[in-house]
């Protein structure tokens, strides 16, 4: 796979198949994006399990942290690392000793580990660098849009209100556009 340009189906594939999501480096800090990211994606349906060592046994936005992958108590879909590029490698190589494996390594913006890209691809782990789901979501349900950023997906559909007042699209399946 050519890891500099993913296609938005390759993305979208992926966000609409996973439902547990393990964050590695997730923060408590309100200002760190790791901490808006597990905001985001646990307001978007998705099971989340916060890793980070230091923070173990305590929790964020009410979820247990856990210290290591291992340590979740059901199957990961999705690894996400908020790790730099060279602490990467160790991560991959953690969560591709999980049984079973998780269907998805995604290293975040800026992160980019070949070698352990090429690991866990051999073994048939889907590997995404150098993005962020969040932005991907938002981007492709076209959330983005309504924030006045061009997200290249238009629709004449009226947006609905969840419970909490926020509008919100699902992700749309690849396909002639509406």
Known sequence: MNHDVYPDGYIAGILRSVKTIAMVGASANEVRPSYFVLKYLSQRGFRLFPINPGLAGQTILGLPVYARLKDVPEPID???IFRNSEAAGAVVDEALALIPLPQVIWM???VRNDAAAARAEALGVKMVMNRCPKIEFGRLSGEIGWAGVNS???SSKRLLRDQ???QRLGLRPQGPRE
């Open 152 to 154: 290249r997906t238009l």
């Open 164 to 166: 909490s007042g926020f």
């Open 78 to 80: 999705m690894v996400d």
């Open 108 to 110: 975040q913006l800026t």
